[in-house]
Structure formats: structure tokens, C-alpha cells
């Protein structure tokens, strides 16, 4: 097992899952990607991550399901997760999924910076 | 008993006081001044006539001597009304006054010696007044004394009023009947079975008789009736004849075609009656000509018929309901589709056919239909046999009478399973499409900013410029994106509100908030606002205040001076957004809210977008139950608005 870093960022498109890693890491968070939704829990395991920010639509997943069963699972249900999603009116349906926040896609810096605080600080 | 009174009494014995009312106004009578003396010196027989009728419990009345003194007893009361006691003690002539002309023969005759009867003699109760007339049998007889010669005459009247005001009754019923037998154009006859023989009244007559003359036996009648029904006419009325008292009877009939009446047809009621009186035992029978009636049921029948046929070969769903909305017909493609009977459709079960989830809305409506007698407009899932629902649009509109009362909802389903399929499919592809565009604008985005984060304190100008401007146009992009959702959403009528309860100042502090982040050279600041909770969606109310401000900078001179507002008047929680722009026509104002409208600024200013964000903010608008509009001066800026009902789902915040 590694340290314990701040987010997993969970999305099926590489660029956007590395493009948010960088951002993050800018800002001096511990950021691991995750591009194969399969692994998730291995994953989880793996980091400890403090914060899940996952993509809603995954391939052959849906991310809200992910996010009830992390939620119903006593191992994960401490992690918070962010959601984002390019369908602006998603945030709903990930709310009723268990989701602690949502962020639509494409997102203003600031915006998810200041989410990831609130998300974290709320630990 | 004391003085004159007593005396009196003494000399009179015959006169017994207790003997009633009479007897006391008789005793007290001042007689010495009338024609026939004190009481001390009247005829023995008027005495013991006298001491008879006040006796008599019958209406008795003596006029006596050759003036026709009167004296009657107590039973003569009711009938004299306000006559007593005027009467008691006064001539004829003096009662009767003028009319003693009329009376006098009577009398006159009845003094000379003879009897005489006079019935139903009409009497009124309160002469001159409109009350109730009264009835009597009259006996007149004289009164001999010694000599054998009539020295008065007796009079006892018999109340025959009940009777006279029956017969009166049953005459007026009798001509009423008669009135409506002819107004309800019914011929009638009696039969009598003794000798075959019919009475009948003229419109029997002049619709059978031959040529005016009257038909005299049912064998006559029966012959002019077309055959072989005729025959079941005999039969009826035979049976009936023989039957018990009140047995009734019912046939139609025809008359046949003949050189100058026409064919007929008729119905025929008859009734036997008991030998009452000196009628002997019969049957009264009525006709009635229902030939046009006839027509028109068959003409019903046909019409019924034609419909059913053109109905039944459509493969929509045609289906008739009752003024009370229950069906009474589905078409052959309806009971087809959902496998039910015509006898399962007349028993209500028409409404199982509904999917659950639009049953309730679907009754509703139709309620409001029935009660308001408007059409019916609606789309429902009809479930068919095989157990799979489809979308269906019915519409339903009412067909009245000449009353303007509902007669029966002539409705049509038909199958848009196909068309929502397709809204659906399209729906889907703009909403994917929308996704498929935000996923690369994400990525470019995403970088733009992290380039923009870490050179934003180098010196290379180029590089700060042109990454200011992706991002600005990445933004633009955005926009368009959300825009074209949100328009095929409302095209679509699928724009959902996801309303919850938020707080508007906070709403409003983060859309200004945000907005100055997003234009840095206009100055955007929030005005009075209340402090308010309301039940609505928040994104999109907040997309509204976002599109307004974003309209203000647009059109406005830099730096625009925006000021963002929130009140609440007459129940109503108002937004405004004021600008000092460049303002807006008359005649632009008109169209603003309209799709795909731009107001066109200075030519050397364009100004980009679709031209859709008003039109959706005043859809987003609607959707709430609000209104939208605009206040605007050209050169002088605008306010734009737009309220929302406070309902009982707005709360006021501590």
C-alpha cells in the first residue's frame, strides 16, 4: 500500500483524466488517474484517496452505479466523491446516486479548485 | 233570570232558551214590531213549527204570513254567513231587495198551495265578496192553519255542495281530457263488448272513416287496417275484452297504402274498463300516429349503421362515451388492439387499458372535459392485448342537442408510439451530441487555463493574449452547446425543472460573483435583494439572471454599470437586471422574447450568439408560472425582469 493521496480522478478519457491531474497537481494535491472503471476498487484500496472525482457516463458503467455501491460499501463510504459530468443537467441524478458534489463539464478552474476544498475540508 | 226577561219565558214555555243560539235570538227578538206581533200572540201552528225546526239539526227556515216574515234555526247559520242576523225577523222584500222579483214566483206559488223542489240551488257564502259559492236542494212547503189555507211556508235546504263541486270537478277533468286528447293528437274509442259496437272521437273518424262518416263497429275499423296485422290488433283487443278489469294493452299497427291516405304507422294503447253506471264493461283504447317517429328511427338506425360501418373500417381508434363520459362504443380497431368486448367497454373497463402513470392525470382532464363541456385533448400509453403500451393522442369533442345539452363525446385515438420514438431518438442524439462537444472542450479548456495559471506573471504578451482569447471564445462555445440543448429541449416540451428550496440572495451573490470573475471591465453589483427561500430550480433561474447580465454587457458602452435586484410585490418575487446600454426600440422590444431574434447594434458592432438566450430564459420563465419583460429607453439602457408567483411553496427566510 502506498501514502494516502488527496484525489483519484476517474474518467475513461485520458485527456481529460490527465489534463485534471495536472491542474491539481499545480495546486500541490496528490492526484492518481484511473482511466478502466473495473479497477476502481483495487484502485481505491491501492491510494486511499481522500476524494473520487468521477466521470458519470464511463465505458460500459454508469458512474451513478459505481457511486451507490461505493456508498453502500462500508470500506469506501468515508472517500467523498465529486461527479462531473458533460451533461449539464445531470447533478440531480448523481445526488439521488449518493454524490457528495457535482462539477459540469467543461469547468471553470477556480470552480473545481474551490469544490475539491470544500470536499476535502469537509473531512 | 229577572223583570220582563222572566216573564217571558214563563208565558213562552215552548221556547226552551237552551234549545241553542236560535232560540235565544228568537226569545230576545223585539217582535211587537214586526208584522207578526209579540210572541204572546203568534199562530199556535207557528209556534209549534218554530219549536220544530229549532229541534232540527237539518238547515230549516219559515217565512210566515203574507210579508214572509223569516225565522230560521241554528243549522241556517252557515249557510246565511254574514246574512245573520240581518235576516231574522225581516219581510222577503226587505231580504232579497231587488231580487225579490226572481224569488217571489216561488214563493207565491208555494202560498197558494204547492210543494215545490229546487236543486243545486247555488248559495254564496259571503254575498258580493269572491269566496265559495255553496249548494243546496231546496224543499218548499206550506204551512196551513185551521182554515186549510197556507199561512206560511217551510223551508229546509239539503248541503249538496260536495256533491256539486265533484260533478263540477269531473267536468272540468272531463273537458281537460278532451283538450288534451285533441292537442296530443290521440284518436280514442270505447268498445263495448255487449254489441261490438265502438265510440270514437273525430280525429278516430277522420283518420278511418271512409269518407267522413263514423266507424260504428270494431269490425268496420278492423278492416281498414293493413294485413295481416290487423288480425293481431283483434287479437289485443279480445284479449284485453276478456281480461281482467285494468288489463292493458300495447300493438303497432299500419294502415296500407291507400289511392289518397298514405301507409301509416300507428300505436295503439287500450285499457278495460268495469261497467260503471249505466255504461256497461268496455275498452278504451287510444291511438297514436307514429309514422314520422318511426322515420326517424330508422333513419337513426341508418345513420347508426353508416357510421359504425365507416367507424369500423378506420384503423384510428373511434370511440363514443355517454354525457356522463362512461364509453358506450369503441370502434372494431380499438377493441382489436386491446382485446376487449363490447360488453367489457359498456362495464367500465375501458379506463384498465390506460398505463398506471396516466390514469390519474387522464381522468382529471376528462372530468374537466365532462364538467366544462369542452374538447378533450390528451396523450396516454394504451395497453394492448399482447400486454405492451403504446402512446396514443386522444381527442374527444362533445355533441349537443338543440337544448345545448351534451348528448354524447365522440373521441379518436391514434397510435404515436412512432413520433415519440422519434422525439425520443432526436432527443437522446442532441443530448449525446451536446456531451460528445463538452468532452474535447473540457480537455482544451482545461489546459487553457492551466497554461493561462502558470505564465499569468511572464511577459510573452502573445502568449497571454491568445490564451485569454480561447478561453473567452472556449466559453462562447460552451454557451452555444448548453443553448442548443436547452432549445431542442423546449422545442421538445421535455425542459424539466429540477426545483428544490434555496436562498435567493445567495443565488444572486454567486451568479454577481461569478459574472464580475467573467467581465472584469464592467461593474456588476447587487441592489436590494431579499432574504428568501423559494421553491424553484435553481440552476435555471440562475441561467435567467445570467442571461440577462449577460445581455446588459453586451449591449452596453464599457465599462457597463449593471445592477442586479430582487423584491417582492403583491405576491409576486421580482428579479430585475438594470444597465445604462445602448437600450432597445420600441419595435425590438416587440420581438425580443421571440427565437432566434437579435437586436442589431451599430454596424461597426456585432454582437455574437443565436439570438435563443431570451427566448429560453422566458421559456425557463413560463415553466414557473412567471412572467418576463422589459423596460427600455434608447440610449438611456434597459431593465429587464421577470417575476415568480410566491406560492405556499415559498418561505420567507429568518
Redesign the interface.
Given at each position: 500500500m502506498k501514502t494516502a493521496i488527496d484525489v483519484l480522478v476517474l474518467d475513461d478519457?485520458e485527456?481529460?483524466a490527465t489534463?485534471?491531474k495536472?491542474?491539481l497537481q499545480?495546486k500541490q494535491y496528490k492526484v492518481a488517474t484511473l482511466i478502466q472503471p473495473h479497477k476502481l476498487l483495487d484502485t481505491l484500496e491501492e491510494y486511499q484517496p481522500k476524494v473520487l472525482l468521477m466521470d458519470m457516463?464511463l465505458a460500459n458503467v454508469d458512474g451513478r452505479d459505481l457511486c451507490a455501491r461505493l456508498k453502500a460499501d462500508s470500506d469506501f463510504n468515508t472517500i467523498k466523491i465529486i461527479m462531473m459530468?458533460?451533461?449539464?443537467?445531470a447533478?440531480?441524478d448523481c445526488e439521488i446516486a449518493g454524490s457528495d458534489y457535482f462539477i459540469s463539464?467543461?469547468?471553470?478552474?477556480?470552480a473545481m479548485i474551490a469544490l475539491l476544498e470544500k470536499a476535502i475540508g469537509s473531512i | 233570570m229577572s223583570g220582563k226577561r222572566a216573564s217571558v219565558l214563563d208565558s213562552f214555555s215552548f221556547l226552551d232558551v237552551d234549545k241553542g243560539f236560535m232560540a235565544r235570538a228568537i226569545l230576545e227578538y223585539p217582535w211587537e214590531t214586526t208584522a207578526l206581533g209579540s210572541i204572546e200572540s203568534w199562530h199556535p201552528n207557528l209556534k209549534s213549527m218554530v219549536q220544530m225546526i229549532l229541534d232540527n239539526p237539518i238547515a230549516m227556515y219559515i217565512a210566515w204570513g203574507p210579508e214572509h216574515t223569516h225565522l230560521y234555526n241554528d243549522a241556517c247559520l252557515s249557510i246565511l254567513g254574514n246574512r245573520h242576523p240581518s235576516s231574522l225577523g225581516k219581510t222577503s222584500q226587505e231580504i232579497f231587495g231587488s231580487d225579490w222579483e226572481n224569488v217571489q214566483p216561488t214563493f207565491d206559488a208555494v202560498m197558494t198551495g204547492g210543494s215545490m223542489m229546487v236543486h243545486d240551488f247555488k248559495f254564496e257564502v259571503a254575498p258580493h265578496t269572491s269566496g265559495d259559492s255553496n249548494y243546496y236542494n231546496l224543499a218548499f212547503s206550506p204551512i196551513r192553519i185551521e182554515s186549510g189555507k197556507p199561512a206560511g211556508m217551510l223551508l229546509i235546504a239539503k248541503d249538496v255542495t260536495a256533491k256539486k263541486r265533484m260533478e263540477l270537478a269531473l267536468a272540468q277533468s272531463n273537458e281537460r281530457l278532451s283538450f288534451a286528447l285533441e292537442a296530443a293528437e290521440l284518436a280514442t274509442f270505447e268498445y263495448f263488448m255487449k254489441d261490438d259496437s265502438i265510440l270514437a272521437n273525430e280525429l278516430f273518424n277522420s283518420w278511418f272513416g271512409g269518407d267522413g262518416a263514423p266507424i260504428l263497429t270494431l269490425e268496420a275499423w278492423l278492416e281498414k287496417l293493413a294485413k295481416p296485422k290487423a288480425a293481431l290488433v283483434a287479437a289485443a283487443i279480445n284479449d284485453c275484452s276478456k281480461g281482467q278489469e285494468g288489463a292493458r294493452f300495447e300493438i303497432d299497427f299500419e294502415t296500407p297504402e291507400g289511392t289518397e291516405k298514405a301507409r301509416k304507422e300507428m300505436r295503439l294503447k287500450g285499457l278495460k274498463l268495469p261497467a260503471l253506471g249505466d255504461r256497461s264493461p268496455r275498452v278504451i283504447a287510444a291511438i297514436e300516429d307514429i309514422t314520422a317517429e318511426k322515420l326517424e328511427q330508422r333513419k337513426l338506425i341508418e345513420s347508426e349503421k353508416r357510421f359504425r360501418l365507416l367507424a369500423d373500417s378506420l384503423p384510428e381508434f373511434v370511440w363514443i362515451a355517454d354525457a356522463q363520459g362512461a364509453s358506450i362504443y369503441w370502434n372494431k380497431s380499438m377493441l382489436e388492439y386491446t382485446g376487449l368486448s363490447e360488453a367489457d367497454v359498456k362495464l367500465r373497463k375501458g379506463i384498465s387499458i390506460v398505463h398506471p402513470d396516466d390514469v390519474e392525470a387522464n381522468m382529471k382532464l376528462w372530468n374537466n372535459s365532462l364538467l366544462n363541456m369542452k374538447d378533450f385533448l390528451f396523450e396516454h400509453r394504451f395497453k394492448s392485448k399482447e400486454g405492451v403500451y403504446r402512446w396514443h393522442l386522444s381527442r374527444a369533442t362533445p355533441q349537443f342537442d338543440d337544448e345545448g345539452n351534451v348528448q354524447r363525446w365522440v373521441g379518436s385515438s391514434t397510435d404515436i408510439q412512432s413520433i415519440k420514438d422519434k422525439e425520443a431518438h432526436k432527443d437522446f442524439f442532441i443530448?449525446m451530441a451536446?456531451?460528445?462537444l463538452?468532452?474535447p472542450?473540457?480537455?482544451?479548456?482545461?489546459?487553457v487555463?492551466?497554461l493561462r495559471?502558470?505564465y499569468m506573471n511572464g511577459s510573452d504578451d502573445l502568449l497571454n493574449m491568445s490564451l485569454k482569447t480561447i478561453d473567452k471564445q472556449?466559453a462562447t462555445l460552451?454557451k452555444l452547446i448548453?443553448d442548443l440543448?436547452d432549445l431542442s429541449k423546449i422545442r421538445m416540451g421535455s425542459l424539466?425543472l429540477?426545483c428544490t428550496e434555496f436562498d435567493v440572495r445567495k443565488m444572486l451573490t454567486e451568479v454577481v460573483c461569478s459574472m464580475s470573475?467573467s467581465y472584469p471591465d464592467a461593474s456588476i453589483e447587487l441592489g436590494r435583494v431579499e432574504t428568501l427561500k423559494i421553491f424553484a430550480d435553481e440552476?435555471r433561474i440562475s441561467q435567467v439572471v445570467i442571461n440577462f447580465i449577460t445581455n446588459a454587457v453586451k449591449y452596453s458602452h464599457s465599462p457597463a454599470a449593471i445592477r442586479v435586484s430582487s423584491w417582492i410585490d403583491e405576491g409576486q418575487l421580482i428579479f430585475s437586471v438594470k444597465d445604462d446600454g445602448i437600450g432597445i426600440s420600441a419595435e425590438d422590444q416587440k420581438h425580443i422574447f421571440e427565437r432566434f431574434y437579435r437586436v442589431e447594434g451599430k454596424s461597426e458592432k456585432t454582437f455574437p450568439g443565436f439570438g435563443i438566450g431570451l427566448n429560453i430564459a422566458a421559456e425557463i420563465v413560463k415553466q414557473h408560472n412567471g412572467k418576463i419583460w422589459l423596460e427600455s429607453e434608447l440610449g438611456k439602457g434597459s431593465t429587464f425582469y421577470f417575476c415568480l408567483p410566491v406560492s405556499s411553496s415559498f418561505t420567507l427566510g429568518k
Open positions: 478519457n485527456d481529460i489534463m485534471i495536472t491542474m499545480m457516463l459530468s458533460a451533461h449539464p443537467g447533478s440531480l463539464k467543461p469547468f471553470e478552474m477556480k | 443530448s451536446s456531451h460528445e463538452n468532452t472542450l473540457t480537455t482544451v479548456k482545461g489546459y487555463q492551466i495559471e502558470t472556449v460552451t448548453s440543448l424539466g429540477e470573475h440552476c
